[in-house]
């Protein structure tokens, strides 16, 4: 017999003659450890059921008339079921008959053995996929299929390394399930159901941070009480498979053009943005945008559209922002814009890329550079080779600037000398 279970006694009484058997009375005293009690009678070979063709409680009690030819019979089907809160412990039972007038006769006795048995069941579920960085969310599902109550069940998980913070909550508890309690310790999640009915349910949802990329195969098992068996040990663990995925390396370069100096005011310089995603998946959208030098060093940049997405410039914020969408996987982009170079000084350049969070890693990019007003000033003097005493010496000068920087300003000086 197991708590919660419906169990059944069958009563067997025939006539084997010679004479009718008139009147008898077949009782049976059911233990108080069964409940709702029922009998029905199944009579054969011309038994007639005067009283107790079927009845209800723990007091059996069937009369009838068993006529001798044919061997007339009589099945009795006793069916209850065993109370939730009956001890453990041996269980007899002992039918008898009687004839009018004489003693009761005892049956054979039957003896159960009364302990609890259930079977609890846990199903598992997760995302597929989640990237370092993100959440990855169990959800537990605890149902206990009887027949015994299973108070004091537990669930235990232990969350995989490439996991951290794990935070367990109670969804749910139907069905008359209640009191359960969790507890964590490290990457070790423990519940406890303290009451669990045939038929209760618990759900339970376990979140974790997903730290490291890779493949993680994460159990979940559930345990009966002390001494309550599990008649089903196949559904008693659930386990789940998710991929961590590394998230996507964006990564930009950013050059210019002259690639070395010098720089000089007025001169046009050439910038080029790259792109790449060096991941396997792709990442949408992605923005690069790029913080020019103040407008006092260089003029606002000249442009056309790029070959993929578009591209905006705020003066104010001096903000070049190129919006350049899904970039696929180990994809590169590239694009390019002029400035002009307006002063002298030290001339900082950063960009930077970015995508989701979520899936992605950013990336920068800086160029920096000096001016100066460097140039190439040459002079070429030719005179007269050879003059008289009183006669008149010309001389010609001829000043080059080969640059590549302006020379406003510049001063000549000259001086005569007699060999």
Not at 233 to 250: D, G, H, M, T
Not at 290 to 299: C, E, G, N, V, Y
Not at 325 to 347: I, M
Request: glycine residues 8%.
């Amino acid at each position: 017999m197991n708590r919660g279970s419906v169990t059944s006694y069958t009563i067997s009484v025939a006539n084997l003659g010679p004479s009718d058997a008139t009147g008898v009375v077949v009782t049976d005293t059911i233990s108080s450890v069964l409940e709702n009690v029922q009998w029905t009678v199944l009579a054969r070979n011309n038994a007639v059921v005067t009283a107790g063709a079927t009845g209800t409680g723990n007091l059996v009690s069937v009369t009838a008339d068993l006529p001798a030819a044919d061997t007339a019979s009589l099945t009795i089907v006793v069916t209850g079921t065993v109370r939730m809160n009956a001890p453990d412990g041996d269980v007899l039972n002992t039918a008898y008959l009687q004839l009018p007038g004489q003693q009761k006769q005892p049956s054979n006795t039957v003896i159960s053995r009364l302990a609890a048995v259930t079977d609890l069941s846990i199903s598992k579920s997760a995302q597929h996929e989640v990237f370092e960085g993100g959440t990855l969310t169990y959800t537990l599902d605890v149902e206990n299929h009887g027949p015994s109550t299973a108070n004091g069940a537990m669930v235990k998980d232990t969350i995989p390394v490439q996991l951290t913070n794990p935070v367990v909550t109670i969804l749910s508890q139907t069905d008359g399930a209640s009191g359960t309690t969790t507890s964590v310790s490290g990457n070790a999640v423990l519940a406890t159901i303290g009451t669990l009915p045939p038929g209760g349910k618990v759900s339970l949802r376990i979140v974790a941070t997903a730290v490291t990329p890779g493949t993680t195969v994460n159990a979940s098992l559930v345990f009966t009480p002390a001494g309550v068996p599990d008649s089903d040990s196949s559904n008693n663990v659930s386990a789940v498979l998710s991929n961590i995925l590394a998230k996507s390396r964006l990564e930009l370069d950013k050059a210019i053009a002259p690639a070395a100096g010098p720089y000089y005011p007025g001169q046009t310089l050439t910038y080029t943005l790259t792109a790449r995603n060096q991941s396997s998946l792709g990442v949408n959208p992605v923005q690069i945008t790029d913080t020019l030098p103040p407008a006092a060093l260089i003029t606002d940049p000249v442009y056309n559209a790029p070959s993929q997405g578009t591209v905006t410039f705020d003066p104010g914020t001096r903000i070049l922002t190129w919006n350049a969408g899904l970039v696929n996987p180990y994809a590169t982009v590239s694009w390019s814009y002029q400035v002009t170079l307006k002063d002298t000084g030290r001339v900082r350049n950063a960009a930077a890329i970015a995508g989701p969070p979520d899936v992605s890693t950013p990336d920068t990019s800086t160029v920096i550079i000096e001016t100066d007003p460097q140039t190439d000033l040459r002079i070429v003097k030719s005179g007269t080779p050879q003059a008289y005493v009183g006669g008149v010496v010309t001389y010609r000068l001829e000043i080059f600037n080969d640059g590549p920087a302006p020379a406003d300003g510049a001063t000549v000086k000259t001086r005569c000398r007699q060999r």
